[in-house]
């Protein structure tokens, strides 16, 4: 893989990098591991984080594969970034978040607050080159509820999809 090409999601589209988050979140042992160890850290309130902020804390970026750590802070900002120019109209817990980077960061901290604490399992995936606004961040979300829609959510499914960015030479 060129220089040029490991940027954004090809650091994060790959199985070593999910399997590191999803262990985190998933199963729900592991998820309230992850919630003790945010609210033990002093580094982070879990009330008010975001999408971005907790990942480090509970992995630290050094260990992740691929040096998909390095990039963090520039590639999430990035994110936030281009998620915070997207309007919602999806409502969680009856209240719509302004944004979709608003509706993740609502999400993510309904998961971790919740008691027991919702599992997540996440996915990332690059844009393809014809794909409409392929050279910017999206989300997808999706609940799972226990005993069907009416029971609390046991899961929430995060994908990022990370901009098209073309291969170039070395």
Request: charged letters at 25%.
């Amino acid at each position: 893989m060129s220089q040029a090409r490991i940027l954004g999601g090809a650091f994060y589209n790959n199985p070593e990098f999910k399997a590191l988050m999803n262990s985190l979140y998933y199963p729900l042992e592991n998820m309230k591991s992850s919630v003790a160890k945010l609210k033990a850290s002093g580094q982070i309130d879990i009330e008010t984080m975001e999408y971005g902020q907790y990942q480090p804390i509970l992995a630290p970026r050094d260990r992740w594969p691929h040096g998909g750590g390095n990039a963090w802070l520039r590639e999430m900002g990035r994110a936030r970034v281009e998620l915070s120019a997207q309007p919602n109209d999806v409502a969680l817990d009856g209240v719509v978040p302004l944004t979709k980077c608003g509706l993740l960061d609502a999400s993510l901290r309904k998961c971790f607050n919740s008691d027991p604490p919702i599992c997540i399992k996440i996915d990332v995936m690059e844009h393809k080159q014809e794909d409409p606004k392929s050279d910017t961040h999206a989300v997808q979300l999706a609940w799972e509820y226990g005993n069907g829609q009416d029971k609390a959510p046991t899961l929430f499914k995060f994908t990022m999809i990370c901009p098209f960015r073309p291969e170039r030479a070395s």
